[in-house]
């Protein structure tokens, strides 16, 4: 089951690295700064989350309403 896992795992991340290369053409921005921004952006959805959920409070900067980074 492992190998089936590390298969659909892999898969995703090339999906997501074509995505983020589109993104990075389209905006004309080095590759390094987008794939950032996503990762970013979902630590910040996690965080949202999470709060929502009642686990852990939402930070200051997130009541702020600092958002995230568009893609």
Do not use: C, H
């Amino acid at each position: 089951m492992y190998e089936d896992e590390a298969a659909g795992v892999n898969s995703e991340m090339r999906y997501i690295a074509l995505e983020l290369m589109k993104i990075s053409e389209r905006k004309k921005k080095p590759f390094n700064k987008v794939a950032r921004e996503y990762i970013s952006n979902v630590y910040r959805l996690r965080r949202l989350i999470k709060s929502k959920a009642g686990e852990e409070p939402v930070g200051e900067r997130q009541k702020a309403g600092a958002g995230g980074k568009r893609l």
